[in-house]
C-alpha cells in the first residue's frame, strides 16, 4: 500500500523559509511513472495545486503565487519529495498535501498533510 | 488557467436518495492525446482528500458504485445513486490535462 508522510511545518514569520519534506513507503521512486504534488489548502478554504515535478524529466511547474518563491525537488535514493519555501507570506499559509500521480490526469494517493503558519 | 464551477455549493440530501453535482470548465479539459482528465474527490471532516473517479468515468479501487461520473468536454457531473451517511462530505472536481492544475469550490453534501 502507496503511504505519504509529510513533514517539516510549522509557525514562521513573514520572509522566512521553510522546506516540506514527504516520505513515501510502498511505492519507489524509481518506479515513479509520471508526477508528484504538492497541493494546499488553507483553514476552511478549498484546495489549491502549488507545484509538481514530473518523475522521468525532473520538469516542474508552479502557480503564479508561488514562481521564484517555492521549489519542488525530489531524492530517489531517499524516496522523498520536497518542497523549498522562501519569503513567505501570510496567505502561504495552508495545510500542504503532497501527492502521487502514477498515472496521467490526477492525484491517486495523498498525504495527511503538514500544516504552515506564516505570522509574525 | 482552467477555472472549475461547481454547483451547488452546498447539497442537503435525505438518506437514500440520490445526489447531483456538477463541475463546468471554463476550457476544454480534453488533452492531445484524446483523454478527458477530470477527477473527483471526496473529503471527509479532518482527513485528506480520497480520489473517488478519474477519466471521467472510471472509479477507483474500492470506490462503492453508488459513485458515477459523467459527462465531456466542459460540463463534468458527479453522481451518487443513494447517499449513505459516510457519503457526508465535501467533493471536489480536479482537471488534470494542463498544468496548473485546478479544483472546483467544493460542495458540501449534507445528511438532512
Known amino acids: 500500500e502507496v503511504q505519504l508522510v509529510e513533514s517539516g511545518g510549522g509557525l514562521v514569520q513573514p520572509g522566512r523559509s521553510l522546506r516540506l519534506s514527504c516520505a513515501a513507503s510502498?511505492?519507489?521512486?524509481?518506479?515513479?511513472?509520471?508526477?508528484m504534488h504538492w497541493v494546499r489548502q488553507s483553514p476552511g478554504k478549498g484546495l489549491e495545486w502549488v507545484a509538481g515535478?514530473?518523475?522521468?524529466?525532473?520538469?516542474?511547474g508552479y502557480r503564479d503565487s508561488v514562481k521564484g518563491r517555492f521549489t519542488i525537488s525530489r531524492d530517489n535514493a531517499k524516496n522523498s519529495l520536497y518542497l523549498q519555501m522562501n519569503s513567505l507570506r501570510g496567505e502561504d499559509t495552508a495545510l500542504y498535501y503532497c501527492?502521487?500521480?502514477?498515472?496521467?490526469?490526477?492525484?491517486?494517493?495523498w498525504g495527511q498533510g503538514t500544516t504552515v503558519t506564516v505570522s509574525s | 488557467d482552467a477555472v472549475l464551477t461547481q454547483s451547488p455549493l452546498t447539497l442537503p440530501v435525505t438518506l437514500g436518495q440520490p445526489a447531483s453535482i456538477s463541475c463546468r470548465s471554463s476550457?476544454?479539459?480534453?488533452?492531445?492525446?484524446?483523454?478527458?482528465?477530470l477527477n473527483w474527490f471526496q473529503q471527509r471532516p479532518g482527513q485528506s482528500p480520497r480520489r473517488l473517479i478519474y477519466?471521467?468515468?472510471d472509479r477507483d479501487s474500492g470506490v462503492p458504485d453508488r459513485f458515477s461520473g459523467s459527462g465531456s468536454g466542459t460540463d463534468f457531473t458527479l453522481q451518487i445513486s443513494r447517499v449513505e451517511a459516510e457519503d457526508a462530505a465535501v467533493y471536489y472536481c480536479?482537471?488534470?490535462?494542463?498544468?496548473?492544475?485546478?479544483f472546483g469550490q467544493g460542495t458540501k453534501l449534507e445528511i438532512k
Open positions: 501527492g502521487t500521480e502514477r498515472q496521467p490526469g490526477g492525484l491517486d494517493v
Open positions: 510502498g511505492f519507489s521512486f524509481h518506479d515513479c511513472d509520471y508526477a
Open positions: 515535478i514530473f518523475c522521468i524529466s525532473g520538469s516542474t
Open positions: 476550457q476544454s479539459v480534453v488533452l492531445s492525446d484524446g483523454n478527458t482528465y
Open positions: 477519466k471521467v468515468s
Open positions: 480536479m482537471q488534470g490535462s494542463h498544468w496548473p492544475y485546478t
